[in-house]
């Protein structure tokens, strides 16, 4: 059976929770979606969606650029996702980034 879920591009962080970032291949739905962040803290992880972030006066506010309407849909993503993160980390990370030609710089 064809893998449903890749995880590429992933970027060692290790700041704070902050584990990694890396992009989520969805193969059904023919979609990437990129710098979703795994976080760790004690006996929790946690998933990080793409979001926006600006400041609001002294005040920073971020916003997440993906939102699941139905609980049950998200922590099977959440699941899914974390599950090939470790199998990721297991197996050792190669930070090399897969570049698309139309990547921007930026």
Request: with cysteine; charged share 30%.
């Amino acid at each position: 059976m064809a893998q449903k879920i890749d995880i590429n591009n992933i970027k060692m962080k290790n700041q704070g929770a902050l584990v990694l970032t890396c992009d989520v291949v969805i193969h059904p739905w023919k979609m990437t979606m990129r710098e979703v962040k795994y976080f760790v803290k004690g006996d929790s992880q946690w998933l990080g969606m793409p979001s926006r972030s600006w400041k609001d006066g002294e005040e920073w506010k971020s916003m997440d650029l993906v939102f699941f309407h139905d609980s049950d849909a998200k922590e099977q993503f959440r699941s899914a996702v974390v599950d090939k993160i470790l199998i990721e980390l297991e197996q050792g990370i190669d930070e090399k980034p897969i570049l698309e030609q139309d990547d921007l710089p930026f």
